[in-house]
């Protein structure tokens, strides 16, 4: 038709990221429930220690990250649950849309989800363990995104998966948290030397190992995408 | 109590066809008497080594189960790229197989790894490279099983199952690098019991009885790996076959 | 060697399209081809492979044999063709949450029409569903959403519309507003395929007209020379047969 140009791939990604925002904003379920998640677990652990014994500057970046993930996974799993209700992803998969364009916008919502938790978490972590504000804090952010960037690759994947299986919500934690495991990791320990004021030579080895993660996996992860597809 | 027809009747549709192989065969029988003579040389031919003492004969298991994991989780690789580029249902069905021998060679490593360190290194477990990696590998192959059985449709499972099979494998270096980057910059405690078998030191040459034993145990548990795999190879061609007809 | 006599592109082509799952074959060799402007009317009984045939045709489906184009591309090979190509089922594809007009207009971008606004204005009052575009789909009746679906469908003005019992939950004027757009799509050059149980309804669009059992197409005819009424008699003693046949 004369008025149609091939949807691109960043166009494509870019609209259904902004449509699973929109209907996540209009139900704010998820949002809600993962950020009260969230903030509960962060105290939660906080009462659990002893915080006589161990230092909370310590124990924060480990709470962080857990935190995370099992909030992230809160997210994740109704990224494509949301397609299921109608059989919604039928007329994605009709249309010419690129397979792995659905990824990445799926990716992408799920990113920021995510990361409008952390904008919330970071501080409320920096609030209950009195922890340095400053500069500091902005590259924990940033160690945050990172970590994100790896949480949401590999977990918009496995959610893809798991949604289509009669175990859903134990399947999708379970395949994904050994695959977490190296990111929170690195994102731990890197934190913990950066809230102790080590140098950045301390902590970079580790951001180099997140930021490696996160290539390799959201490549793989995206080849991997269309097979987890109706054929 | 119904009776057995003994006339040459047509055959019920409910069992597969007659041509296909049964799971146990020779190859196992042979694998089997390999092992058994494993132990039994292990046991009574083998020295007692002269710092770990007896412990150290879990040696023979332990590193031919390790090995023989690993082989087996290759083959879970290589079904799982077969399948995905050919859509070949067997490239699946020998990912599955190997999957689940690997899993139980996974659990010995990880059952006697413990059970000899605990005698030489004076702890149950430690966090070290290899040992996390091992656990790791059992976490995404049960990961593996659990996601084959949750889900009913043939194609999908095989598909499901590859890509995991796959990012697993892949995983894996990831895990190495991340664990042995934590030893490099956090030494770990000196352990308490001097020995050859220490995490960082290389072991020492063994003398010949020794690697002789050493090397049957590769070869027997090599052997029933593989014998294992085909025998979990026919089972699942016969249950599939079977499930064709019924359908 | 002499060039074919005739290389017209079809708009709707099947050559010898099977798809098996497990041993079941659901659609077992069914070719046939339509022109634009053409309507087959598909009918069959529950069970007769109609939405397979149909999932095959719009490219979600691999074939296990056999080929499926639509202007003479292979959909799963040929992203790009699938502009040409709109699905309506039963189910209404829509997100319970945003709104008529967003769920069109969500749609009119994943063709990459210029002005998705306008087209789904267009095709929201084509559907007659103007007046309720801003409400959340999950508010609107079961009739109403149809309609918003068919909306969906339609935004890109496809050139083939492949449409899986379209007229469940519409009442009167729904129907009407979905026979009438039919019809002007057909008149567009727009080639159709309509799987329905309400014989009457099909063949009153319908070019053609085919009765699918067990995966195969037991009839074939061209619509305009048909009695409505003797058609339906022949069709009901087509299916008797068939489920006495099965037994």
């Keep these: 038709m004369a008025d149609e140009t091939a949807p691109g791939f960043g166009a494509s990604a870019w609209l259904i990221a902004r449509k699973d925002l929109t209907v996540e904003f209009r139900t704010k379920t998820a949002f809600f429930s993962a950020m009260v998640f969230t903030v509960l677990g962060i105290a939660i652990f906080f009462f659990a220690w002893d915080s006589t014994a161990v230092a909370s500057i310590d124990l924060a970046p480990g709470v962080l990250w857990v935190v995370f993930v099992f909030s992230g996974l809160l997210a994740l799993q109704r990224s494509f649950s949301v397609e299921q209700s109608d059989r919604a992803m039928d007329a994605l998969l009709v249309s010419p849309v690129i397979r792995e364009a659905i990824y990445a916008g799926k990716a992408i919502a799920n990113l920021l989800f995510i990361c409008a938790i952390q904008l919330i978490a970071v501080p409320a972590v920096a609030l209950f363990y009195n922890l340095p504000l400053g500069r500091p804090l902005l590259v924990l952010l940033g160690m945050a995104w990172l970590t994100a960037v790896g949480l949401v690759a590999i977990g918009t994947l496995f959610a893809s998966m798991a949604v289509n299986t009669r175990l859903a919500e134990l399947l999708l934690p379970m395949l994904s948290l050994p695959f977490f495991v190296p990111l929170v990791m690195s994102a731990s320990y890197a934190s913990t030397k950066l809230l102790a004021g080590r140098p950045a030579a301390e902590w970079w080895p580790w951001l180099r190992i997140l930021i490696g993660f996160d290539i390799v996996f959201l490549v793989a992860c995206t080849l991997a995408f269309p097979f987890t597809l109706e054929e | 109590m119904t009776s057995v027809p003994t006339s040459a009747a047509a055959p019920r549709a409910d069992l597969p066809p007659a041509t296909l192989p049964r799971p146990f065969g020779a190859l196992f029988l042979l694998a089997v008497l390999a092992v058994i003579g494993l132990y039994i040389r292990s046991i009574y031919f083998t020295p007692i080594e002269a710092v770990q003492g007896a412990a150290q004969k879990i040696y023979y298991i332990h590193v031919p189960a390790a090995i023989s994991a690993y082989l087996a989780y290759s083959l879970v690789a290589l079904g799982s790229v077969m399948h995905l580029w050919l859509h070949d249902a067997r490239a699946d069905r020998l990912a599955e197989s190997a999957a689940e021998v690997g899993l139980v060679f996974n659990t010995v490593v990880l059952t006697s790894g413990p059970l000899w360190a605990k005698p030489i290194w004076n702890t149950w477990w430690t966090w070290d490279a290899r040992l996390t990696s091992t656990l790791f590998l059992w976490f995404i192959f049960a990961a593996y099983l659990v996601l084959r059985g949750a889900i009913d449709e043939p194609a999908m499972r095989a598909r499901f199952a590859a890509v995991l099979a796959i990012l697993g494998v892949l995983l894996i270096p990831f895990i190495h690098m991340s664990v042995y980057l934590f030893r490099t910059l956090h030494p770990m405690p000196i352990m308490l019991q001097p020995s050859a078998f220490q995490p960082n030191n290389p072991a020492p040459p063994l003398p010949p009885v020794m690697r002789t034993t050493f090397f049957l145990g590769m070869g027997a548990f090599m052997l029933l790996c593989v014998a294992l795999v085909v025998a979990r190879y026919r089972y699942a061609a016969l249950r599939d076959a079977a499930a064709e007809a019924n359908s | ?247």
Excluded at chain 3, 63 to 92: C, F, K, M, Y
Excluded at chain 3, 126 to 131: A, C, E, G, I, K
Excluded at chain 3, 147 to 163: D, F, G, K, W
């Design chain 3, 1 to 247: 060697m002499a060039a074919p006599a005739e290389s017209r592109v079809h708009a709707i082509e099947a050559t010898d399209l099977v798809r098996r799952f497990g041993r079941r074959h659901a659609v077992d060799r069914v070719s046939f081809s339509l022109g634009s402007g053409d309507c087959l009317a598909l009918f069959g009984p529950n069970g007769a492979g109609k939405t397979t045939l149909l999932r095959l045709l719009a490219g979600l489906l691999r074939p296990t044999a056999g080929e499926a184009t639509i202007n003479g591309a292979a959909l799963r090979s040929d992203q790009d063709a699938r502009r040409n190509v709109g699905l309506l089922t039963h189910q209404t594809m829509l997100y319970p949450a945003l709104t008529a007009r967003e769920n069109v207009r969500f749609a009119a971008g994943l063709y990459g029409l210029r002005d998705p606004e306008t087209a789904a204005s267009e095709a929201l009052a084509l559907m007659r569903v103007s007046d309720r575009a801003e409400v959340p789909v999950r508010s609107l009746s079961r009739g109403l959403q149809q309609r918003v679906s068919i909306a969906r469908a339609v935004v890109h003005r496809p050139r083939v519309l492949l449409l899986d019992e379209p007229y469940t939950g519409l009442d009167a004027a729904g129907a009407a507003a979905l026979t009438g757009m039919l019809r002007e799509l057909r008149a567009a050059g727009a080639a159709l395929v309509l799987v329905t149980h309400n014989l009457g309804e099909g063949l009153a669009i319908a070019s053609h007209a085919a009765v699918m059992l067990a995966g195969r197409f037991t009839r074939f005819d061209d619509a305009t020379a048909l009695d409505a009424a003797g058609y339906g008699a022949e069709y009901v003693q087509l299916v008797m047969a068939a489920e006495g046949a099965r037994g």
